[in-house]
């Protein structure tokens, strides 16, 4: 089970060994991971991580989601002319 408390999107990118991820519940949070895997770890501490800094400079954190989902996307290519 992934425990998220607000959903996931992890993007591909070209180069194979590099993902970023940002989540769509929790304004300003993103990261980047060399795996799905590792985003999904990264992801779930730093949401932590940065809704406790929401909470000490008095804004406003979101209530949890009560049906996170994750959404793996391939990287968007250019198109070519």
Partial sequence: ???LKYSLV?????????FTFYSPDLEGFT?????VEDCLYKAKWGMQEH????KERGLPVPKRNTNP???IKNAVLAAIP
């Fill in 51 to 54: 809704s406790s800094l929401l």
């Fill in 10 to 18: 992890i993007e591909a990118t070209e180069d194979p060994t590099f």
């Fill in 69 to 71: 989902t994750v959404t």
């Fill in 1 to 3: 089970m992934i425990d």
């Fill in 31 to 35: 990261g980047i991971g060399n795996s």
